[in-house]
C-alpha cells in the first residue's frame, strides 16, 4: 500500500481499531463487574449468573440487526458516512454504561450494551472497503491488513480494560467514550477514494430478514459463511468461557483477566503480520491454509478443557488465536469472493450477523453454569471448531 492509500484509509483503520478495543475491553470488565463486583455483592448468585447473560446476549442481539443494516447500508451511504454513524452510536453507548455505573442503574449499562451491538458494524464495512479496491488475488492479503488493525485493538483493549478496571470500572468506559469522539470527528475530515453509493437503500425493520433471506439465491456462499460461522461460534464459547475459568478456577483479579485476554490478541498478532503470510505462501490458494487453522484451532481449544496449570492455559490462549487467524482470514476472503462488488458490504455484514449470533449464543450459556463446569463449555467450543472442518473442506476450488 503506497503512502497516499494509507494516509486516506488510516480514519477507517482507526474505526475499525476503535471498534475491536472497545469490544475486548468489555469482556474482562463484564466478568470482573458480575462476578466480584457491586452487582455480585448486590444480587444472589442465580440472578447474578442470568444478568451475566444477559450483559452478554444484549450486544449480539443488537449486532445481528446492526451487522446486517449498516453492511447493505454502507453499499448505498457510502463506506465513510456509515462508519461515522457507528462511531456515534459507540460513543453513545458507553456514555450509557459510564452513567449507569456513576449512578448505579443497572438498566442503563443493558441499554448501552445494546446500543454498542446495533452500532458494532465497523470492520465488515472496514473489510469491503479495502477489497473494493484490491484483485481478486490479492483480496485476503488485503483482509489481513484490515484483520491486523482488529488484532492490534484486540491486545489494546483488554489489557487497558482489565487494568484501569482494577482501579474503577468506569474509567475504561471513559476512555473508549473519548476515543470514539476523537475517531467520529476524524472521519467526518476523511475522504475514502470511490466511496461512492452502489445501490438505493430502503430501511425496513424486517430487513435484516430479508437480507438474510438472500443466501437462497446465491448458494456459493453457503459453505464458507456455514464454515466461518461454526468456526466463530466454537471460538467464542471459548472466549467466553475461558475468563470465567481464569477467574474461577485460577483466581485471576481484573486485571488477570485484561492481561490473559491481550495473550490471545498478542496470538492474533503475530499471526496477522506473520504467521498467516508465511502459511500461506506455502500454497496456492487459500483452503489448504483455512482447514490448517481449523484444525489447529479447534485442538487447542479442546485441549483447554484438561486440567492444567494456568501456565498451560495462557501458552493455549496464545496458539488458538495464533491459529485462529489462518481461518478467519480465509474464510472472510471466500465469503467477499462469492458475491460481486455491489453486494460486498451485504455478504460481509452477514457474516458479522453470525458473529453476533455466535456471540448471543455463548453468552446465553453463561447462564448454565450452575448446572454445568466451564471445562464441559471449552470441550464444546473446540468441537464445534473442529465441526467447521466439515463445510470448510467441500470448499473446492474455491480461494
Not at 458494524?121 to 472497503?129: K, R, V, Y
Not at 481464569?246 to 481484573?254: H, I, K, L, P, V
Not at 489462518?326 to 474464510?331: E, H, V
Amino acid at each position: 500500500m503506497d503512502l497516499d492509500a494509507l494516509r486516506s484509509r488510516a480514519p477507517l483503520f482507526l474505526a475499525v481499531f476503535i471498534d475491536i478495543f472497545s469490544f475486548g475491553l468489555m469482556y474482562p470488565l463484564i466478568v470482573a463487574l458480575f462476578g466480584s463486583g457491586w452487582v455480585a455483592e448486590t444480587y444472589a448468585p442465580a440472578i447474578r449468573d442470568a444478568l451475566l447473560s444477559l450483559a452478554f446476549a444484549l450486544f449480539p442481539i443488537g449486532m445481528f440487526f446492526g451487522a446486517s443494516l449498516l453492511g447493505d447500508l454502507s453499499d448505498s451511504l457510502g463506506r465513510r458516512r456509515t462508519l461515522m454513524i457507528c462511531m456515534g452510536g459507540l460513543a453513545g453507548g458507553y456514555g450509557l454504561m459510564w452513567a449507569a455505573l456513576e449512578i448505579g442503574h443497572l438498566w442503563l449499562f443493558f441499554l448501552g450494551r445494546l446500543t454498542c451491538g446495533l452500532m458494532a458494524g465497523t470492520a465488515p464495512i472496514a473489510q469491503a472497503s479495502v477489497v473494493d479496491a484490491a484483485p481478486e488475488d490479492q483480496r485476503s492479503a488485503a483482509m489481513a491488513q484490515v484483520v491486523l488493525v482488529n488484532t492490534l485493538g484486540m491486545v489494546a483493549g483488554p489489557a487497558i480494560g482489565g487494568v484501569l478496571g482494577h482501579w474503577d470500572f468506569r474509567l475504561p468506559l471513559g476512555l473508549a467514550l473519548a476515543l470514539c469522539l476523537v475517531t467520529l470527528a476524524l472521519l467526518r475530515r476523511a475522504d475514502f477514494a470511490g466511496d461512492a453509493a452502489r445501490r438505493a437503500f430502503k430501511l425496513d425493520w424486517k430487513q435484516p430478514f430479508i437480507l438474510l433471506g438472500r443466501i437462497r439465491d446465491r448458494p456459493s456462499i453457503v459453505l464458507p459463511g456455514g464454515a466461518f460461522f461454526l468456526f466463530q461460534l466454537g471460538f467464542l464459547i471459548y472466549y467466553t468461557f475461558i475468563l470465567v475459568e481464569m477467574q474461577a478456577s485460577y483466581g485471576f483479579s481484573t486485571a488477570g483477566l485484561g492481561l490473559f485476554s491481550m495473550v490471545m490478541g498478542i496470538g492474533c498478532a503475530v499471526s496477522s503480520a506473520w504467521g498467516f503470510g508465511r502459511l500461506r505462501a506455502r500454497f496456492p490458494s487459500d483452503r489448504p491454509v483455512t482447514l490448517i487453522g481449523l484444525a489447529l484451532c479447534g485442538t487447542f481449544v479442546a485441549a483447554s478443557a484438561l486440567p492444567i496449570p494456568a501456565a498451560g492455559q495462557v501458552v493455549l490462549a496464545f496458539l488458538s488465536t495464533f491459529s485462529n487467524i489462518f481461518a478467519f482470514i480465509t474464510l472472510l476472503a471466500a465469503i467477499s469472493s462469492a458475491v460481486d462488488e455491489s453486494e460486498r458490504g451485504w455478504a460481509l455484514g452477514i457474516a458479522n450477523a453470525g458473529v453476533a449470533l455466535s456471540v448471543f449464543i455463548a453468552g446465553l450459556l453463561t447462564s448454565l453454569l450452575s448446572l454445568m463446569s466451564s471445562d464441559a463449555f471449552l470441550l464444546l467450543g473446540g468441537l464445534t471448531i473442529l465441526i467447521g472442518l466439515v463445510p470448510a473442506w467441500r470448499m473446492r476450488g474455491t480461494g
